[in-house]
């Protein structure tokens, strides 16, 4: 296989964490006085991270009135509270993971999660998973001084990897993982079902489409 790396999304590219993320979000409005949201409008918000999902859930209000700092702050940890209670619960991990992950693996790829979401919730989710034996390196929404669609979370992997970017594969499901991968030099594939903030997947800047990470594997081997 020509990819020496393979960087992948965490929520929306090897697990369904939307039913675990819209619990926590709403236990946090309701706790704050708000109407509980629908699971298709949670998935909408879930990409840059934890701090902005809270900010557009606080956003979400019939007055369209953008929440403080202090607001945040104070949410956040309302959010962080009731996502600890629930990380994994409801999680499940999509058809093809495990089978791409093996192939990966069986190929020689060094493989790393690169996600948005912070460290304290994405280790014990791969574990509680299966899927932490798989990564030799995890970067997390708190790792870098920028998350993605900045390239830094990317070009950090490669680093831990000893991985050129060129050679490196980048998998995900949005415009976050699109735009990061392009700034940093690699290859980019997206997937159709994860979280890709409302937007077309076909619209991404991605070097092509699959159905799930077996079908990314093969792509791969193909190249």
Known sequence: MRFSAVLLDLD????????????????MRMELGMDELPIS??????????????????????????????????????????YHRVNGDEATVYPGVIEGLDAF???????????NKPTEFTLPLLERMGLASYFSQVVCGDTCARKKPDPMPFLHACELLGAEPAESLAIGDSINDAL??????????????????????RNLPVDDIVMSIAEAAQWAADR
């Open 12 to 27: 929306g590219t090897l697990l369904d964490t939307i039913p675990d993320l819209t619990r926590a979000s709403n236990a």
């Open 41 to 82: 409008t949670v998935a909408t918000y879930v990409g840059k991270g934890t701090e902005n999902l809270v900010k557009k859930l606080l956003a979400d209000n019939p007055e369209g009135k953008q929440p403080s700092a202090d607001e945040t702050t104070r949410a956040l940890r309302i959010f962080h509270h009731h």
């Open 105 to 115: 693996s069986d190929a020689g790829s060094a493989l790393a999660v690169v996600t």
């Open 180 to 201: 990061a991968a392009r700034a940093a030099n690699m290859t980019v594939l997206a997937l159709p079902y994860g979280y890709n903030e409302g937007m077309d997947v």
